[in-house]
């Protein structure tokens, strides 16, 4: 026979809603298609952005969180162009999703595979309390449901523009936070982006390849 499972709602637990699929580092999360947005017109999401510090304790939804990160670095074209510009095509900017209260993703550190739309968990845990340790001790680090981490990767893109690579990859990361931001507005969250850390802190908290270096901080959550 088959038993049902309970009924999954926002005041259960936090630990029965998680899939236990993705609750090991190394696991992977295939996230749910993102959807067409059509609560809010692009006009309205640029009027609602604002930065947001205050976040309740009510959970975001994988639905919401697979919708931004699609808008940050969604594949829009056969030949691999994303929702944000690069130069040169290089895409140098790598995202992370550091996950603490997100219905469907388990409180981690993950990796976001921009062709697969997945997850992978690097590390497991709520890290959302170190981390606004990291930064300085915003609270609003803490208070929020999740992060997306930006790190830039400098190999091809200095190989290609040399001296200029530093500000290309900067830039690019702004219109990712832009992105980011924008779509955050359109689902009715609320988003900041955080630019104060210590980097050899961050590092630690959140180990990274080498060869790559943390350029921004871009928070979400319910207002
Ligand atoms: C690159 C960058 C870094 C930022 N870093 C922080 C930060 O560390 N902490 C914070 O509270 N706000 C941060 N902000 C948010 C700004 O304070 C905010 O955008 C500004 O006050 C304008 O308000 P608005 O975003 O609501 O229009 C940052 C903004 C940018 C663009």
């Given amino acids: 026979m088959k038993v049902p499972s309970p009924a999954v709602t926002s005041n259960t637990p936090r630990a029965l809603r998680l899939p236990k699929a993705a609750a090991v580092p190394g696991s992977k999360l295939k996230l749910p298609e993102p959807k067409a947005s059509r609560d809010a017109t692009l006009r309205l999401a640029l009027e609602r952005r604002r930065s947001v510090r205050d976040y309740s304790a009510e959970p975001i939804t994988v639905q919401q969180v697979s919708q931004m ?72 680090v803490a208070d929020s449901a999740c992060a997306l981490l930006l790190t ?47 980097t050899t802190a961050m590092k630690m908290l959140l180990p990274m390849p080498r060869d790559e270096e943390p350029v921004y901080l871009l928070l979400a959550g319910r207002p």
């Avoid at 530093?166 to 955080?194: C, D, M, P, R, Y």
Wanted: charged share 20%; aromatic share 10%.
């Fill in 69 to 140: 990160l699609w808008a940050a670095q969604g594949i829009t074209a056969p030949s691999g162009l994303r929702t944000a510009p690069s130069a040169g095509a290089v895409f140098p900017v790598k995202l992370y999703l550091v996950a603490s209260r997100v219905d469907g993703i388990p409180p981690g550190f993950y990796s976001y595979d921009v062709e697969e739309r997945s997850l992978t968990m690097l590390q497991e845990g709520d890290k959302q309390e170190l981390l606004s340790k990291v930064c300085m001790d915003q609270q609003c």
């Fill in 152 to 198: 830039a990767w400098y190999g091809r893109v200095r190989r290609e523009f040399g001296g200029a690579a530093e500000k290309l990859v900067l830039l690019e990361a702004g219109h990712i936070g832009q992105n980011w931001h924008l779509q955050a507005a359109a689902l009715g969250l609320g988003s900041i982006s955080i630019g104060k850390w210590d």
